[in-house]
């Protein structure tokens, strides 16, 4: 009887060194899942942060394509500005008196074009 006593607390001892192992690794587990939900939700916070991001760029491109669009249109109307007052002072140049009463000044949307008159 006291064998058999002996015994059974020996397997009690045991189970219960098996069980707090048990319990170990439980612990170690809820943490490592801790520590992955944490980074799952900073992933996700980074991916909408980037998204954001991408919107600014794709936004931004889009300004500056438009930017693009009217720097071309002003230089096609620097250039026929240009033009257009090299053609008046050609046209005074080649006036008897240099009158200027056949020019006229015309305020476009970027420039000032001086246009002559027939």
Do not use: W
Not at 11 to 35: G, P, Q, V, W
Not at 71 to 90: I, M, P
């Amino acid at each position: 009887m006291v064998k058999e006593r002996d015994l059974i607390g020996t397997l009690l001892i045991r189970r219960n060194d098996e069980l707090s192992l048990l319990y170990e690794k439980i612990k170690i587990f809820e943490l490592t899942l801790h520590k992955a939900e944490l980074q799952y939700k900073q992933r996700l916070e980074d991916i909408r942060i980037l998204k954001i991001e991408i919107q600014n760029q794709r936004c931004k491109n889009k300004v500056l394509a438009k930017g693009s669009e009217a720097a071309d249109d002003l230089r096609f109307v620097k250039r026929s500005t240009v033009s257009l007052f090299y053609l008046t002072l050609s046209a005074v140049s080649k006036s008897k008196r240099g009158n200027l009463s056949h020019v006229v000044e015309v305020e476009t949307s970027c420039h000032l074009a001086m246009y002559i008159l027939p």
